[in-house]
């Protein structure tokens, strides 16, 4: 259930039984032949799942993030971390501002993940309002799944690729992952890292992409719960 399919006298008779809110920060950035928008689509479709099981309200997701080092490829929309760690703070602040109390961030992105610093501040400021946060891909039952199978996740690689990322043909063949020199402007990252996989497989079976959506959504009901 999203904001989008409510008016504000919904939220507010949401609000009088429910202060859980799902809060989606994802990015606009090359993912090699998967969407732009990837990093937006996979927090929300598994905010959308999570919202079936539970009835919480997901909040619009912040489309853009973070990502001055992919700013070399077309399609990249990147805002200042200073940007980022302020809209962040607002939109939780407005949402506390008529009554949510537990929210639960699930990021997309690796370069928002600065915004929890900011969050912490948050918290330490607004002493009933608790904050959880979730990097699906970061996660544990995740990484397990991908060592049962044999596959290394990484940006752009099967991790991502799952059936509503897709948008162009993908490759087959594996991508040995490229030599990082250290931190990266934008002409040099798209140098080293040409298509912009960060390498590994391109994809896995449906069977993988199932079981990575499957745990990575349970992790999120349990957060839920703000035990």
Same mark, same amino acid.
């Given at each position: 259930m999203r904001f989008g399919d409510l008016n504000w006298m919904d939220v507010e008779r949401y609000l009088e039984h429910d202060d859980r809110l799902m809060l989606v920060l994802g990015a606009c950035e090359q993912h090699a032949y998967l969407s732009l928008t990837t990093d937006v689509k996979v927090p929300l479709a598994l905010a959308d799942a999570a919202s079936e099981r539970t009835g919480v309200l997901v909040a619009p997701p912040l489309n853009f993030g973070a990502s001055p080092y992919f700013l070399a490829y077309p399609g990249t929309v990147s805002l200042r971390l200073s940007t980022l760690l302020d809209v962040v703070e607002d939109m939780?602040?407005?949402?506390?501002?008529?009554?949510?109390?537990? @929210?639960?961030?699930?990021?997309?992105?690796? *370069?928002?993940? !600065? #915004?929890?610093?900011?969050?912490? /501040?948050?918290?330490?400021?607004?002493?009933?309002?608790?904050?959880?946060?979730?990097?699906?891909?970061?996660?544990?039952? @995740?990484?397990?799944?991908?060592?049962?199978? *044999?596959?290394? !996740? #990484?940006?752009?690689?099967?991790? /991502?690729?799952?059936?509503?990322?897709?948008?162009?043909?993908?490759?087959?063949?594996?991508k040995a992952p490229p030599r990082v020199p250290g931190l990266l402007g934008a002409q040099e990252a798209r140098g080293v890292y040409g298509d912009g996989s960060f390498g590994g497989s391109y994809e896995a079976s449906a069977e993988v992409m199932d079981a990575v959506f499957r745990e990575a959504l349970q992790d999120i009901v349990k957060l839920l719960d703000f035990e």
């Amino acid at each position: 259930m999203r904001f989008g399919d409510l008016n504000w006298m919904d939220v507010e008779r949401y609000l009088e039984h429910d202060d859980r809110l799902m809060l989606v920060l994802g990015a606009c950035e090359q993912h090699a032949y998967l969407s732009l928008t990837t990093d937006v689509k996979v927090p929300l479709a598994l905010a959308d799942a999570a919202s079936e099981r539970t009835g919480v309200l997901v909040a619009p997701p912040l489309n853009f993030g973070a990502s001055p080092y992919f700013l070399a490829y077309p399609g990249t929309v990147s805002l200042r971390l200073s940007t980022l760690l302020d809209v962040v703070e607002d939109m939780v602040r407005s949402v506390y501002g008529y009554g949510f109390r537990r @929210v639960l961030v699930l990021n997309g992105h690796g *370069g928002n993940i !600065p #915004a929890r610093g900011r969050l912490y /501040e948050l918290a330490s400021q607004l002493s009933d309002l608790r904050l959880a946060w979730y990097d699906w891909w970061l996660s544990d039952t @995740v990484k397990r799944v991908a060592e049962k199978h *044999g596959l290394q !996740p #990484a940006h752009a690689n099967w991790l /991502e690729a799952f059936p509503f990322t897709k948008v162009a043909e993908i490759p087959q063949e594996y991508k040995a992952p490229p030599r990082v020199p250290g931190l990266l402007g934008a002409q040099e990252a798209r140098g080293v890292y040409g298509d912009g996989s960060f390498g590994g497989s391109y994809e896995a079976s449906a069977e993988v992409m199932d079981a990575v959506f499957r745990e990575a959504l349970q992790d999120i009901v349990k957060l839920l719960d703000f035990e």
